[in-house]
C-alpha cells in the first residue's frame, strides 16, 4: 500500500532561517509527488509536481527536489506570509487515487 | 472564474441526521473528488467521479455516497451522521488526461456531529 510520511510534524522558524521539510514515500511506482500549501481554514493550493527522481523545481523562496525514496521541500529565507502547513502527495502506478501525507506546521517567526 | 466553491461552509447535526454537502466547480474540469482531513491524518478520499453519471469509491467510503447527475456538481450525502464523521470536507476537480495533473480544491466545509 502506498504510503507517505512527512517531518517534522511542527517547524518553528525565524525570518531568514532556511531550513527543509522532509516527505518520504512507499509506493509501487511513482507517477507524481505533489506539493501543497494550505492556509488555517482553507482548502490546499497547489505547489509543484515532481515526476522523477533528480528533478528540482522552483517557486520564489521555495525549492522542491525528489529522489527514489522522499522529497524534500527547500525553504531559503522564509518569511512571516510563509507560514502555513505545506502537504505531501504521491499518485502511483498501483492506484490512481492521490495518498497525502499529514503534512508540515511551518511558523516563521518576524 | 469562481473555481471550486463548497456550501455549506459549517454544519453541526446530531447523530442519526442526513445532510447534503453540495460542490461545484465552473472549469468545466471531468474529474471531481471528495476527501475528508483529520488531526493528525492527513487527507483522505472518499470517493470520486471521472465524468458526468459516473462515481467510484475512494480509501474511506462507508457512511457516504454521492451523486454527479450534472458535470459542474458533486454531491456528498451522509445518510445517518456518526460522531466517527466529525471532520473538515473538500472538495477538488482537476482536468482529463494525465491522472497527475494538479487538482484545484475547494474552501472546505466543517462538519460536526453530536
Known amino acids: 500500500e502506498d504510503q507517505v510520511t512527512q517531518s517534522p510534524e511542527a517547524l518553528r522558524l525565524q525570518e531568514g532561517e532556511s531550513s527543509s521539510l522532509n516527505c518520504s514515500y512507499t509506493?509501487?511506482?511513482?507517477?507524481?509527488l505533489f506539493w501543497y500549501r494550505q492556509d488555517p481554514g482553507k482548502g490546499p493550493e497547489f505547489l509543484f509536481t515532481?515526476?522523477?527522481a533528480g528533478e528540482e523545481k522552483e517557486k520564489e523562496r521555495l525549492k522542491a527536489t525528489l529522489t527514489k525514496k522522499e522529497s524534500f521541500l527547500h525553504i531559503t529565507a522564509p518569511k512571516p506570509e510563509d507560514s502555513a502547513t505545506y502537504l505531501c502527495a504521491v499518485i502511483s502506478y498501483n492506484n490512481n487515487d492521490m495518498r497525502f501525507g499529514a503534512g508540515t506546521r511551518l511558523t516563521v517567526k518576524p | 472564474n469562481a473555481g471550486v466553491t463548497q456550501t455549506p461552509k459549517f454544519r453541526v447535526l446530531k447523530t442519526g441526521q442526513s445532510m447534503t454537502l453540495l460542490c461545484a466547480q465552473d472549469m468545466n474540469h471531468e474529474y471531481m473528488y471528495w476527501y475528508r482531513q483529520d488531526p493528525g491524518m492527513g487527507l483522505r478520499l472518499i470517493h470520486y467521479s471521472v465524468g458526468e453519471g459516473t462515481t467510484a469509491k475512494g480509501e474511506v467510503p462507508d457512511g457516504y455516497n454521492v451523486s454527479r447527475l450534472k458535470k459542474q456538481n458533486f454531491l456528498l450525502g451522509l445518510e445517518s451522521a456518526a460522531p466517527s464523521q466529525t471532520s473538515v470536507y473538500f472538495c477538488a476537480s482537476r482536468p482529463p488526461g494525465r491522472t497527475y495533473n494538479e487538482q484545484f480544491f475547494g474552501p472546505g466545509t466543517r462538519l460536526t456531529v453530536l
Open positions: 515532481l515526476y522523477s
Open positions: 509506493v509501487s511506482g511513482l507517477r507524481g
